[in-house]
């Protein structure tokens, strides 16, 4: 069984959308008195409070706050788990100090078992049924329909979104997309997106420009906002009308790039998986890649290649493929960049030599081999994942076989895989092979 979210849209009645925006409200003071608890005891006692010292005061707590008795007991428990959440990131380094939450920046709450809550639907639009709230109209598309388990209440964008977890039958999951035994490699790029080759056919596919022919509109915005009275919270200025009227522009832009961005991720790893379980790419740390420049001459330069990095969505294609080769028990495959130094070798000699930046076309001075320089270094990718793994001859420049099955990452889960799985991202090393597997 394999766990997998399905996310719509709420359509809730004036009534009951005002009742929903309460129970928010109750969840946020919930989650600021969690933190208040663990700051106060902590600074005045030197104690520290654990989860579950909280989650066993809710019982005595609804005895003093009646208004909570409304709301489901297993929601305040996730919304304490959060608050535990907050502080074990910062205990571990991983995140600042936990902050008491305005409305604004509280999105909503959590079911954390089927029990408190009822959809009607299978998979295409349907309606929910929240206890002590109501029914509610959804609208939405599930790619795949299960066995509801947990459910999200979010409330982003002035608008209520329900994000189930759904636990899906193997065989319907290996089967909802199209699985063919090719091996492919790809090369991400910032001129050419996706450079692709199967050793029989290559491609390129032109990078997008989203955030590029957004900026025009964006600065627009950014000088018309300067001209209008910006909030201060320091000096108790609350911001205009006019000025918050611009900022919600200045979102929906944001908003519609990195919709944008989505849907191309989507629609070219969908084209990728379909014909081919194996997909072989160049290992890429974007994070790193895509640093500021501290000084010097060529920061405006490295601030614009880190926008056509982002801006193509490299860390996303990649993630995306995963979970997409994950449904169909597919093959992801890092190649050591360093070591085989794809865009630097000839895929039909072996021979290196370096290229600049600039230099598009892989000519060989050994060989005569011309190629588009992003399909030749796919097609070096190629060779190395058929040498190295297939066993057919002798690795391409005695790359060491450091390869290692490591567990993926589940991509969703319950409340208790949240904490566990969520914030900690696998760590491979050069020439990790990942094996998705699916979550049980
Ligand atoms: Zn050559």
Known sequence: MALRRGTFKLYPTK?????????????KDLYNAAVSNRITSYKKFGKTVSYFEQQNCLPDFKDVWTEYKVINSQALQATLK?????????????????????IRHYSGWTYPSFTGWKVHSNGDNGYLELAKIGQIQMRGKARLWGHPKALDIVHRHGEWYASIILEIDDTLLKNSRPSENGTIAIDLGCNDAIAWTNGEENGLVRAPRFLRSSEQKNKQLGKAKRRKRAP???KKIK?????????????????????????FVHQETTRIISGNSTVVTEKLEVKKMSAKAKKGK???????????ILDVGMGMIKDALKA???????????????????????????????KTLDQRT?????????????????????LWYSNNLQGLGTNLL???????????????????????VKRQKPQLTDGDVETPSSTK
């Open 398 to 420: 005695d790359v060491d076989d450091s390869s290692s099955i490591s567990p993926t990452r589940k991509t969703a889960g319950t409340m208790k895989q949240l904490g566990r």
């Open 239 to 263: 911001a205009s009308r006019r000025w918050k009227k611009t900022q919600n522009q200045v979102s929906k832009l944001n908003r519609k790039v990195a919709n944008q961005r989505q849907d």
């Open 82 to 102: 959060r608050v535990d959440f907050a502080f074990q990131r910062f205990f571990k380094g991983l995140g600042a100090y936990p902050k008491f939450k305005s």
């Open 324 to 354: 997409k080769l994950s449904d169909i028990d597919g093959l992801f495959v890092e190649v050591p960049t360093r070591k085989v130094k794809p865009s630097q070798t000839c895929p039909k000699c072996r021979h290196q030599e370096k």
């Open 232 to 234: 201060n919270f320091k």
């Open 15 to 27: 009534k009951v959308n005002a009742v929903l925006h309460y129970h928010r409200k109750l969840h």
């Open 298 to 308: 060529r920061k405006r330069q490295k601030t614009g290649l880190n926008k056509s």
């Open 362 to 382: 892989h000519v060989c001075n050994n060989c005569g081999y011309t190629q588009q320089r992003d399909i030749a270094s796919a097609e070096v990718m190629l």
